[in-house]
């Protein structure tokens, strides 16, 4: 069964600092990886999103994620973050394609101060 | 372009009695999913209907059921309501045809549901 742990329940980081917020996953074949993010009392918007090919992919809001299968790791991460880049962060695994059942980790709750 | 909708955004119901929500998906899209999201949980799934069946199923009792009509909208019904089946209903959207690259579900704001 697919599995998916974020091992950052919260984080804290200054404006205007990088961020890496950390996701494995369990599957037994190539895995479709996404990236949500839910802002308070909303639903979810797809950040980026990986299915083959470069292992470094780019996404909405100057997010991009690296894909290793060595590690069964698919990171997120930002250069500099805006205070407007507060809220959870999900990270999910799709059941054979990206259309269908998403196992999603518990979030990393992110928290910007100035 | 409309993006993934549901009705109603809040809903109070008491223990066993019987709750419908309902979704619109995005345009041109086939497939609807439906997730439950718990307080400080990710998003659990429940099931997906595409073709007006339902094509997968995730560990949810039969009181989950749910219905896809011609149009592609999409009702989640649950029976006989407990005080843990308080939570965000999430839906999503997606094309059904399966393959590399054939998307990503697309979300519904949700809607927050209340067992007392």
């Known amino acids: 069964a697919q599995s998916v742990t974020q091992p950052d329940i919260h984080i804290t980081v200054s404006e205007g600092a990088s961020l890496e917020l950390r996701c494995n996953y369990s599957?037994?074949?190539?895995?479709?990886l996404f990236w949500y993010v839910q802002s308070p009392g909303q639903g979810l918007q797809l950040l980026l999103k990986?299915?083959?090919?470069?292992?470094l992919v780019q996404g909405i809001k100057g997010f991009e994620a690296e894909f290793k299968r060595s590690q069964s790791s698919f990171n997120l991460r930002k250069p500099s973050v805006h205070w407007s880049d507060a809220a959870e962060y999900f990270c999910?695994?799709?059941?054979?394609?990206?259309?269908?059942?998403?196992?999603f980790g518990t979030g990393t709750r992110l928290t910007i101060i100035p | 372009d409309a993006g993934v909708t549901q009705s109603p955004t809040h809903l109070i119901k008491t223990r066993g009695q019987q709750v419908t929500l309902r979704c619109s998906p995005k345009?041109?899209?086939?497939?609807v999913s439906w997730y439950q999201q718990a307080l400080g949980q990710g998003p659990q799934f429940i099931f997906q209907?595409?073709?007006?069946?339902?094509?997968q199923r995730g560990n949810f009792p039969d009181r989950f059921s749910g219905h896809q009509y011609p149009n592609y909208s999409s009702e989640l019904n649950v029976n006989a309501l407990l005080l843990g089946d308080s939570a965000l209903y999430l839906c999503?959207?997606?094309?059904?045809?399966?393959?590399?690259?054939?998307?990503?579900?697309?979300f519904g704001p949700g809607t927050r549901l209340l067992v007392l």
């Open positions: 990986y299915f083959s090919g470069d292992t």
């Open positions: 999503a959207s997606s094309s059904g045809t399966s393959g590399p690259y054939q998307e990503t579900q697309y």
């Open positions: 345009s041109g899209h086939d497939t």
């Open positions: 599957y037994g074949a190539t895995p479709y």
């Open positions: 209907y595409y073709e007006e069946e339902e094509r």
């Open positions: 999910a695994v799709g059941a054979r394609f990206g259309n269908e059942k998403l196992t």
